[in-house]
């Protein structure tokens, strides 16, 4: 069965660094875009970055432009999240994203459970 | 950006009664070419990831209940639950994928009344 496993969350000051990552297993990694969504304790679904089946193409939201990375592992089916200069305002729980595409963002089909990001003092 | 916006923000159904939650974007997710609704919606129950129910506007993800159902077209869609049961408590998003960035409604809260 299709598994999304992310990890490597925690409590980071702001400013700092963290790197998320989303172990896949039960499918065919290399052949999908995957992305990260997270939600702040208490709101709504936040898209952040997509990359696609190859690596070659990734998008990112706005408020995460020029401080996050997304990348991909295709060898290890594993997904990335470098994370920059945290805000107290990146806190969430983000979660890994499976697309139903490898290249046109579309629908996400399987989630993570998430990994929480809380960026604090 | 596309905005998504739903209604209600929340609403309270009887066991069995039939719940409507609308999402309206702030322009069109009808793609002329290929005539599809670049539409998804998903249920997310307390403290679990959120479950894919409808993509496509309509179309159902296998292995939802077929009380569940989409429609719409252009800019205003509509999830509609019937005879609603107590597992169907949760939030529900619609979520558009016509471009970047994805964008998500703000949700809507269904519980039982």
């Known amino acids: 069965q299709v598994q999304l496993v992310e990890s490597g969350g925690g409590v980071v000051q702001p400013g700092r660094s963290l790197r998320l990552s989303c172990a896949a297993s039960g499918f065919t990694f290399r052949s999908y875009a995957v992305h990260w969504v997270r939600q702040a304790p208490g709101k709504g679904l936040e898209w952040v970055a997509g990359i696609s089946y190859d690596g070659s193409k990734q998008d990112y939201a706005d408020s995460v432009k020029g401080r996050f990375t997304i990348s991909r592992d295709n060898s290890r089916s594993t997904l990335f999240l470098q994370m920059n200069s945290l805000r107290p305002e990146d806190s969430a729980v983000y979660f890994c994203?499976?697309?139903?595409?490898?290249?046109?963002?579309?629908?996400?089909?399987?989630w993570g459970q998430g990994t929480l990001v809380a960026v604090s003092s | 950006d596309i905005v998504m916006t739903q209604s209600p923000d929340s609403l309270a159904v009887s066991l069995g009664e039939r719940a409507t939650i609308n999402c309206k974007s702030s322009r069109t997710i009808l793609n002329s070419s290929d005539n599809n609704n670049y539409v998804a919606w998903y249920q997310q129950k307390s403290r679990q990831p959120p479950k894919l129910l409808i993509y496509w506007a309509s179309t159902r993800q296998y292995g939802v209940p077929d009380r569940f159902s989409g429609s719409g077209s252009g800019t205003d869609f509509t999830l509609t639950i019937d005879s609603l049961q107590a597992e169907d408590v949760a939030v529900y998003y619609c979520q558009q994928y016509y471009t970047t960035p994805l964008t998500f409604g703000p949700g809507t809260k269904v519980d039982i009344k």
């Open positions: 994203a499976r697309d139903r595409g490898n290249t046109r963002w579309y629908w996400s089909d399987y």
